[in-house]
């Protein structure tokens, strides 16, 4: 049984192909995403997603999201006194997705395709495949994550040849991809984008709009103040689309 993991910059999510087309496997929650959030309590106990993403306010210090932006590189994330590299936390959110998925399909999974940004270089595949292998899982292929968009809206079965623009704005990073087909073979032929530009960072303007209306500089509020305003934000900013 191979699984789907799309490893993203603040959800993750796992799939699988069954019978009558993809699944995405619920977690713990029963719900289909789970935050790309690790931390660390007092006891040194691994909390990863929606019970390390309560801890933000508490604890922030203890607890970190978007490390996906800094994958393949030498970063080092302090989580309650113990170091870890952006690979090191990607491969607990692995971690986590493989051991909903085994609950769920009822077996042992130990083979994964995972989804990453057009733009990562050979360095930030690399360091995803890696992350995968430290979770346990033997990574059958890196795959494109407009590619994988293109795939599951079926232009790989347009007949004619074609080029068509993949616009993928996720939550920390923007990518614009074109791709074409050429007798069913698909080629990224070009990527753009920025790599901090997302739903991140609007609630960042978010933060700073009300700080600045308020005459808050944020240099004088505590980390867990901030948080608290970032939260807060963050919930306005889900609620201007509804």
Same mark, same amino acid.
């Given at each position: 049984?191979?699984?789907?993991?799309?490893?993203?910059?603040?959800?993750?999510?796992?799939?699988?192909?069954?019978?009558?087309?993809?699944?995405?496997?619920?977690?713990?929650?029963?719900?289909?995403?789970?935050?790309?959030?690790?931390?660390?309590?007092?006891?040194?106990?691994?909390?990863?997603?929606?019970?390390?993403?309560?801890?933000?306010?508490?604890?922030?210090?203890?607890?970190?999201?978007?490390?996906?932006?800094?994958?393949?590189?030498?970063?080092?994330?302090?989580?309650?006194?113990?170091?870890?590299?952006?690979?090191?936390?990607?491969?607990?959110?692995?971690?986590?997705?493989? %051991?909903? #998925?085994?609950?769920?399909? *009822?077996? @042992? +999974? /130990?083979?994964?395709?995972?989804?990453?940004? =057009?733009?990562?270089?050979?360095?930030?595949?690399?360091?995803? %495949?890696? #992350?995968?292998?430290?979770? *346990?899982? @033997? +990574? /059958?292929?890196?795959?494109?994550?407009?590619? =994988?968009?293109?795939?599951?809206?079926?232009?790989?079965?347009?007949?004619?040849?074609?080029?068509?623009?993949?616009?993928?704005?996720?939550?920390?990073?923007?990518?614009?991809?074109?791709?074409?087909?050429?007798?069913?073979?698909?080629?990224?032929?070009?990527?753009?984008?920025?790599?901090?530009?997302?739903?991140?960072?609007?609630?960042?303007?978010?933060?700073?709009?009300?700080?600045?209306?308020?005459?808050?500089?944020?240099?004088?509020?505590?980390?867990?103040?901030?948080?608290?305003?970032?939260?807060?934000?963050?919930?306005?900013?889900?609620?201007?689309?509804?």
């Amino acid at each position: 049984m191979i699984i789907g993991i799309d490893l993203g910059t603040t959800n993750s999510l796992v799939s699988f192909f069954g019978e009558n087309g993809p699944i995405i496997i619920p977690n713990k929650f029963g719900e289909n995403l789970t935050p790309s959030v690790i931390s660390i309590n007092n006891d040194k106990e691994l909390l990863i997603g929606k019970e390390a993403k309560e801890r933000i306010i508490a604890h922030p210090e203890c607890t970190k999201a978007a490390f996906k932006r800094s994958m393949g590189s030498d970063k080092e994330f302090i989580l309650n006194g113990l170091k870890f590299t952006a690979e090191d936390l990607s491969s607990f959110v692995i971690k986590s997705l493989k %051991e909903d #998925a085994e609950i769920y399909l *009822g077996k @042992k +999974v /130990e083979e994964a395709i995972i989804s990453v940004p =057009a733009y990562f270089n050979d360095k930030q595949r690399k360091a995803t %495949e890696r #992350a995968g292998k430290l979770a *346990g899982l @033997k +990574v /059958e292929r890196i795959v494109n994550e407009p590619t =994988a968009a293109a795939i599951a809206y079926g232009l790989h079965n347009k007949k004619n040849n074609t080029k068509f623009l993949v616009f993928d704005l996720g939550g920390g990073t923007l990518d614009v991809s074109i791709l074409e087909i050429y007798k069913n073979i698909m080629e990224v032929r070009a990527v753009s984008g920025d790599n901090y530009l997302g739903g991140e960072d609007f609630t960042d303007i978010l933060v700073n709009m009300f700080l600045n209306h308020n005459k808050l500089d944020i240099n004088d509020l505590d980390s867990k103040t901030l948080a608290i305003i970032n939260k807060n934000c963050e919930k306005a900013k889900i609620e201007f689309s509804t």
